[in-house]
Structure formats: structure tokens, C-alpha cells
């Protein structure tokens, strides 16, 4: 992006329209995308930006791409040491044999129910 930027500046300054050290710091920081803004906004409120050399920001703002990448590759390689452990599922239905157990139940609820009908 840096050189790119450079390019379009010097190509500017052929053409009679010259930007300052300041202004260029500002264009620079407000083309940056939104995932970038709490480093423009640390960038902004830590250092003067009238006074903040071109080179100054760009080694700053590689510095911040540098250990985000880092970052990711360390998420990455985390997620690759991660062991997924996996079991295996029974056959057997506990519902069914649940449902034997209720009906087993009920049937000896009943049947003493009748037995202290007929002799009650």
C-alpha cells in the first residue's frame, strides 16, 4: 500500500499539487479499513500528527500487521494441535427399556388395586 501511495504522491507532485508531511499522514490513516481503526485512533491520541514522520507511521502500522499475522498463525497452529476425541454411541435405546419399567409399574400398581377391591 506504501508504495502504491508513494507512486500516486510523486506522480501529484509532477503535476504542481504537493501534499505535506502531515496531510499525507492523515490520507494514510484514513484509508485504512475499519478492522484497523483502534490502531488509527491509539496512532492519533499517542502521537502528534503535524509532527509524525511518513516513515514513523508506516514502520508502526507494519509492526501492527506483523503481530496480528502472527497472531493468526498462532490461533492456526493451535487449532491444529487440538485433538478431537470422538465416542461412540450404544445401540441400545434407553427409551425403550424406560418405557418397559413404567409398564411393569403400572401393571403391579393395578394389579394390587384389583386385589383390594375383590377382598376389600
Known amino acids: 500500500m506504501f508504495v502504491r501511495f508513494t507512486n500516486i504522491i510523486n506522480s501529484l ?10 496531510e499525507m499522514v492523515r490520507k494514510i490513516l484514513r484509508c485504512l479499513p475499519k478492522s484497523w481503526m483502534p490502531k488509527v485512533t491509539a496512532i492519533e491520541e499517542a502521537k502528534d500528527l503535524n ?13 501492527h500487521e ?9 490461533e492456526e ?5 487440538k485433538k478431537v476425541i470422538a465416542f461412540k454411541s ?12 413404567k409398564m ?3 401393571t403391579r400398581r393395578f394389579k ?9
Open 13 to 22: 507532485q509532477s503535476l504542481n499539487k504537493c501534499y505535506t508531511n502531515s
Open 51 to 63: 509532527t509524525l514522520p511518513l516513515e514513523e507511521l508506516l514502520g508502526s502500522l507494519m509492526t
Open 66 to 74: 506483523m503481530t496480528i499475522k502472527n497472531h493468526e498463525d498462532d
Open 77 to 81: 497452529q493451535d487449532k491444529k494441535k
Open 90 to 101: 450404544s445401540t441400545k435405546d434407553s427409551s425403550e427399556e424406560d418405557s418397559d419399567d
Open 104 to 106: 411393569a409399574l403400572i
Open 112 to 120: 394390587k388395586y384389583l386385589a383390594k377391591k375383590k377382598f376389600g
